[in-house]
T-cell receptor, first 115, second 110 residues
C-alpha cells in the first residue's frame, strides 16, 4: 500500500525554539495533506489541511502563526512549531490523500517533547 | 452534529479468543466507514474501508460489518494474537472530511 513517512520520529527541544516536522508521500502525489495532533489516550484531532501551492486551512482554535504549514511540492508538507512551549508536547501525525484512489494514508507520527 | 461513538472504551481478552468492537455514527453526508489499527506511538493503519452498499468486508482475521440503516458498524477479531493489542479507531468519511471515533483500546493477554 501507499506509504507516508514522517521525520523525525521523535524530537526533544527547549522552550522557545522552533521545530520542523516533515511529511512525505513516498509513492504517490498528494495535493492535500492533513496534520493531526493526538494527546495521550485521545483520538486524533485535525489541526489543518495542507494544500499544495496554496495556504493551509486551519481548524478553529489552531494558531496559524504558531503552527506554520508549508506544502511546497506534491510529496512534501512541513509543520513548523514556532516558539515551542511544554504544552505543545504531543504526538503529531500527518496524512496524505491519494487523489487517484481517494484514499488517505497516515504517517507513523512524530513525538514532540518540549522541555 | 457529526459524531462517531465507539464501544467499549477498552477491552481485555485472552489470546486466542474472539472479540467484537462497536461503532455507531451520525454523519451526513456519508461517504465511507473505515477501521484503523493504531499501535502505541504509531500512526493509524487502515484495516478496512466500506462504502454505503457494502455490509461486510474481511482483512485476514479482521471482519468489519456495516448497517447503513441503523448507522452501526462492528469490527470482529478472530483468534486474537498478542500483536492485536492496540487502539482500534472507527472513522467515517463525510464528504471528504474524516470524523474520528475515540477508539477502543484492546489488550490481548497471554
Amino acid at each position: 500500500g501507499a506509504v507516508v513517512s514522517q521525520h523525525p520520529s521523535r524530537v526533544i527541544c527547549k522552550s522557545g525554539t522552533s521545530v520542523k516536522i516533515e511529511c512525505r508521500s513516498l509513492d504517490f502525489q498528494a495535493t492535500t495533506m492533513f496534520w493531526y495532533r493526538q494527546f495521550p489516550k485521545k483520538s486524533l484531532m485535525l489541526m489543518a489541511t495542507s494544500n499544495e501551492g496554496s495556504k493551509a486551512t486551519y481548524e478553529q482554535g489552531v494558531e496559524k502563526d504558531k503552527f506554520l504549514i508549508n506544502h511546497a511540492s506534491l510529496t512534501l508538507s512541513t509543520l513548523t512549531v514556532t516558539s515551542a512551549h511544554p504544552e505543545d508536547s504531543s504526538f503529531y501525525i500527518c496524512s496524505a490523500r491519494d487523489e487517484l484512489y481517494y484514499e488517505q494514508y497516515f504517517g507513523p507520527g512524530t513525538r514532540l517533547t518540549v522541555t | 452534529k457529526n459524531q462517531v461513538e465507539q464501544s467499549p472504551q477498552s477491552l481485555i481478552i485472552l489470546e486466542g479468543k474472539n472479540c467484537t468492537l462497536q461503532c455507531n455514527y451520525t454523519v451526513s453526508p456519508f461517504s465511507n466507514l473505515r477501521w484503523y489499527k493504531q499501535d502505541t506511538g504509531r500512526g493509524p493503519v487502515s484495516l478496512t474501508i466500506m462504502t454505503f452498499s457494502e455490509n461486510t468486508k474481511s482483512n485476514g482475521r479482521y471482519t468489519a460489518t456495516l448497517d447503513a440503516d441503523t448507522k452501526q458498524s462492528s469490527l470482529h477479531i478472530t483468534a486474537s494474537q498478542l500483536s492485536d493489542s492496540a487502539s482500534y479507531i472507527c472513522v467515517v468519511s463525510a464528504g471528504g472530511n474524516l470524523i474520528f471515533g475515540k477508539g477502543t483500546k484492546l489488550s490481548v493477554k497471554p
